[in-house]
Nanobody, 120 residues
Framework: QVQLVESGGGLVQSGGSLRLSCAAS????????MNWYRQAPGKEREFVAW????????TYADSVKGRFTISRDNAKNTAYLQMNSLSPEDTAVYYC?????????????WGQGTQVTVSS
């Protein structure tokens, strides 16, 4: 069955870095765009970053632009989110999402999330 498993979250001090991983299985990973989202306590889930199936194009939320980098390794069926210059405002549960590049609103999969906590 389809699985997306995030890892790499944890507690880090303000200004620090973390790299999240999203390991995929059960579908053709290289055919799907990959997204990262996050949800802070009491807030709605928000878009963080997007990368196309080939890795040739990326998009970021303004709040993370210049600090976060999304990437993927299709040989390893894994997507990554490198997060630098972290601040307490980045504290959230981070989710990866695989999205079919054509049927974007109907064919997609979510991971279970990984907690990122940034202390001041």
């Amino acid at each position: 069955q389809v699985q997306l498993v995030e890892s790499g979250g944890g507690l880090v001090q303000s200004g620090g870095s973390l790299r999240l991983s999203c390991a995929a299985s059960g579908f053709t990973f290289s055919s799907y765009d990959m997204n990262w989202y996050r949800q802070a306590p009491g807030k709605e889930r928000e878009f963080v970053a997007w990368i196309t199936s080939t890795g040739g194009s990326t998009t970021y939320a303004d709040s993370v632009k210049g600090r976060f980098t999304i990437s993927r390794d299709n040989a390893k069926n894994t997507a990554y989110l490198q997060m630098n210059s972290l601040s307490p405002e980045d504290t959230a549960v981070y989710y990866c999402k695989a999205v079919h590049p054509i049927y974007t609103s109907t064919i997609y999969y979510w991971g279970q999330g990984t907690q990122v906590t940034v202390s001041s």
